[in-house]
């Protein structure tokens, strides 16, 4: 009888301990399932957007994106429903997305304001500086339910920065034109993104104080400044990768000393984290044409 209760309490017990095993595992993946669904879905209206959402490690939250999305590889894979120039409205409310995070100058307003009437939840982005690269990649992590890669990427992108700044502060300055835009010849100036490049690498901009970020120029305004170096960033993704003919105008300095630097166009006007490497690559063929020019007058 004896041997009977001992083995009832040995299966009693063996039950009971199965049962709690089934019950830490069903709350273990309910977690993990929790977990998941806490992770909202996505949809990034800007090739920059997608490339800090993966920067986060929120990239396979990514349902739709706009044309040019191409950074890092997989966001080629994603659907793409629309462009600057026009969403595509009933796709997005196919895809009912939890979030998306739209372009606030780089996407049309009328259907981002149609998207809001619809309630979905909008999120603007609208990077002006370096600075405001960090504080979106956080944002984007805390958004994404990834704020601790959010806040490490970001914190390294902000240490990378002050450092190149810390390295080129004293370089003597040189004078440059940035070549944004070849037909017509449009150059950069103050409140533009790619000034702070060149208050960096210290080069002066001739057309640094004219009110319009992005203004037209013509050749004849270059001629005075007596440009030292001519900063031409050119993309793949341009139809035509030729950017303006300088050989024509061996009368400027530059030209005739063959100082043209021509940087990856992505990495220089995209508002990312890769933006830095950019930076550092444009400090250091500045710093190449300085040294040569050095040479010149020694």
Not at 8 to 15: F, G, P, T, V, W
Not at 107 to 126: C, H, K
Not at 196 to 216: A, D, G
Not at 247 to 261: C, E, G, L, T
Request: glycine share 4%; net charge negative; hydrophobic share 40%.
């Amino acid at each position: 009888m004896k041997l009977i209760y001992s083995l009832l309490s040995l299966i009693l017990i063996a039950n009971s301990s199965l049962a709690q095993t089934s019950e830490n595992y069903n709350e273990d993946k309910s977690e993990v399932k929790s977990e998941e669904v806490t992770k909202p879905t996505i949809i990034a209206l800007s090739p920059h957007i997608v490339e800090m959402l993966f920067d986060v490690g929120a990239g396979k939250q990514i349902i739709g994106t706009t044309t040019f999305a191409d950074y890092p590889e997989q966001a080629k894979k994603i659907p793409i429903i629309g462009s600057y120039v026009r969403l595509q409205i009933e796709r997005v409310i196919e895809l009912q997305p939890d979030l998306i995070i739209a372009w606030k100058s780089g996407n049309p307003s009328d259907d981002l304001a149609r998207l809001e009437q619809l309630g979905f939840n909008i999120v603007y982005s609208q990077p002006h500086t370096f600075a405001d690269v960090a504080s979106e990649v956080r944002l984007f992590g805390e958004i994404s339910g990834h704020a601790k890669q959010g806040e490490k990427v970001a914190a390294k992108f902000e240490q990378d920065i002050e450092e190149i700044t810390k390295t080129y502060k004293n370089k003597s300055e040189i004078t440059g034109f940035y070549e944004q835009w070849s037909r017509p010849l449009t150059t950069v100036a103050k409140n533009s993104w790619p000034q702070q490049f060149l208050n960096i690498c210290q080069v002066k901009n001739p057309f640094e104080q004219v009110l319009t970020p992005y203004p037209q120029v013509n050749i004849e305004q270059l001629l005075p400044a007596e440009i030292q170096v001519i900063i031409q960033p050119l993309s793949e993704n341009q139809k035509q990768l030729e950017g303006f003919n300088w050989q024509d105008w061996s009368i400027i300095p530059a030209v005739k000393n063959k100082q043209i630097i021509q940087p990856d166009a992505d990495k220089m006007h995209r508002m990312t984290l890769r933006s830095v490497s950019a930076l550092k690559d444009l400090c250091v063929e500045v710093d190449q044409t300085r040294e040569i020019l050095q040479q010149k007058h020694s």
